[in-house]
């Protein structure tokens, strides 16, 4: 079975914090890959970031950047001077062959307020 | 590039009515998906299709509910009859074949109220 926990309900900073959201995942596949994606007020899903279970190093996009540990089951998201703009839901979600494939298992999500 | 397009936005039923969502694929895609999206229960996958062909329908919730996928540019998820507990966000998304497992791309959803 396939799992995705963000144990993280809600978090709030104020602008230009730093924050770090985390995600940790189970599954007995050795090859999987980790999602991230954003939904902004308006209710849609945005996709941020792939990453499989091959590749652990850390990626940086801008103010974005993810922290991904196979020992620690964990694929963390960071955001560097967070800004209003920043404040969504942010979910997580793992993708195994043994899973179905492309079926993606999401995390509950991670509401995120970033206030002036 | 126009996205995964959904329709309708919003829909407001009556309970025993019948409910069709309909979804448009980002084209080029092979994979198409349903979700559901509740407070309660999160994002749910529902079913999904690869090639027009359905691969998983192990979510859909119960027999009122269907989906098909007539061609690859199409595909709709019908709810009858409607019942107030299947008011939710439903989404559609679609991604490519490939080596590796390509991103979803979601459209803007339907929010369902079912009274």
């Known amino acids: 079975a396939q799992k995705v926990t963000q144990a993280q309900t809600e978090i709030s900073v104020v602008e230009k914090e730093d924050v770090t959201l985390d995600c940790v995942y189970e599954?007995?596949?050795?090859?999987?890959?980790l999602f991230w994606y954003k939904q902004p007020p308006s209710g849609e899903l945005v996709f941020l970031i792939r990453?499989?279970?091959?590749?652990?190093q850390n990626e940086i996009s801008g103010r974005y950047s993810w922290n991904f540990q196979k020992s620690t089951s964990s694929f963390n998201f960071t955001i560097t001077a967070s800004q209003v703009v920043d404040s969504a839901v942010y979910f997580c979600?793992?993708?195994?062959?043994?899973?179905?494939?492309?079926?993606?298992?999401f995390g509950t999500g991670t509401q995120l307020k970033v206030e002036l | 590039d126009a996205g995964v397009i959904q329709s309708p936005r919003h829909e407001v039923t009556e309970m025993g009515q019948e409910v069709t969502l309909r979804c448009k694929p980002i084209?080029?895609?092979?994979?198409l998906f349903w979700y559901r999206q509740t407070m309660m229960r999160g994002l749910e996958l529902l079913i999904y299709?690869?090639?027009?062909?359905?691969?998983?329908d192990s979510g859909m919730p119960e027999d009122r509910f269907s989906a098909k996928m007539p061609n690859a540019s199409f595909s709709t998820l019908k709810i009858q009859p409607s019942e107030p507990r299947d008011s939710a966000v439903y989404f559609c998304?679609?991604?490519?074949?490939?080596?590796?497992?390509?991103?979803?791309?979601f459209g803007d959803g339907t929010r369902l109220s079912i009274l």
């Open positions: 998304a679609s991604s490519r074949a490939g080596q590796v497992n390509q991103p979803q791309h």
């Open positions: 599954t007995r596949d050795t090859t999987y890959y």
């Open positions: 990453r499989n279970s091959f590749d652990e």
């Open positions: 979600a793992l993708s195994a062959r043994g899973g179905g494939g492309n079926k993606l298992t």
């Open positions: 084209s080029g895609h092979d994979y």
């Open positions: 299709f690869n090639n027009n062909v359905p691969i998983d």
